[in-house]
């Protein structure tokens, strides 16, 4: 089993800055995807971003050039997601999801409020 535990969600007014963290434990393996997803009211959860243990990272379009995903660099299994420039439209609840590459096992976090508001 893969545990994923989530921090970083909280308040913050338009324009503002928040970094979420997910550090995964268990049996996690060695080839594998982290990413952030994030799901608001009455909307379907969508992919933010991701990183593969390689370093490849992907982006939602609509988060390209103010978030980045990153990896701790000295524990593999920790993941940041630094949120610049939020807008009210970020406000969601946001997911750390975790992908084994070969087995396709799909773990998640529980999740943390992420609310952009004046």
């Known amino acids: 089993q893969v545990q994923l535990a989530e921090s970083g969600g909280g308040l913050v007014q338009p324009g503002g800055s928040l970094r979420l963290s997910c550090a995964a434990s268990g049996s996690i393996g060695a080839i594998y995807v982290m990413a952030w997803y994030r799901q608001a009211p009455e909307k379907q959860r969508e992919l933010v971003a991701s990183i593969s243990t390689g370093g490849r990272t992907n982006y939602a379009d609509s988060v390209k050039g103010r978030f980045t995903i990153s990896r701790d660099n000295a524990k593999n299994t920790v993941v940041y997601l630094q949120m610049n420039s939020l807008k009210p439209e970020d406000t969601a609840v946001y997911y750390c999801?975790?992908?084994?590459?070969?087995?396709?096992?799909?773990?998640w976090g529980q999740g943390t409020q992420v609310t952009v508001s004046s």
């Open positions: 999801n975790l992908e084994k590459t070969f087995s396709r096992d799909n773990y």
